[in-house]
């Protein structure tokens, strides 16, 4: 249920509007007397209003849509795990792979290995880098 809050100048006029805007199932919560200034840049000729806490009852439709785009939201979830899962299992094959060249190289120093990789990025051969 939502609440609203309708400042009016009486209660017949608080029941006319909350039916004319939110139907025959909207109800009425509570009431109270405020004071008001007519002009907001005189500190005197107050008015006195009514403010009328109204409670508005959501649709069963309204729950429904609410539903479907959390449920919308729970599959795009669903979907990027499974799409993360593949990723890693890639990730995982591709650094199966690079495994064997690092053990091929492992008769140098780490400097030296980092100096033919560089080498073998940038064009070189890899026979002519060792």
Do not use: C, H
Request: net charge positive.
């Amino acid at each position: 249920m939502r609440t609203e809050k309708i400042i009016v100048a009486s209660l017949q006029e608080a029941v006319e509007e909350l039916k004319r805007t939110y139907g025959d199932n909207a109800i009425v919560l509570s009431s109270r007397v405020v004071r008001r200034r007519r002009w907001r840049f005189l500190p005197f000729f107050k008015t006195t209003l009514l403010e009328v806490t109204v409670g508005i009852p959501e649709n069963e439709s309204d729950f429904q849509r609410e539903f479907e785009e959390k449920l919308k939201v729970y599959e795009e979830l669903e979907r990027l795990r499974s799409t993360l899962s593949e990723v890693m299992k890639n990730v995982k094959v591709q650094e199966e792979r690079d495994q064997p060249r690092q053990e091929e190289e492992e008769g140098f120093s780490l400097r030296a290995q980092r100096i033919i990789s560089r080498m073998v990025y940038r064009g070189v051969r890899k026979d002519i880098a060792r």
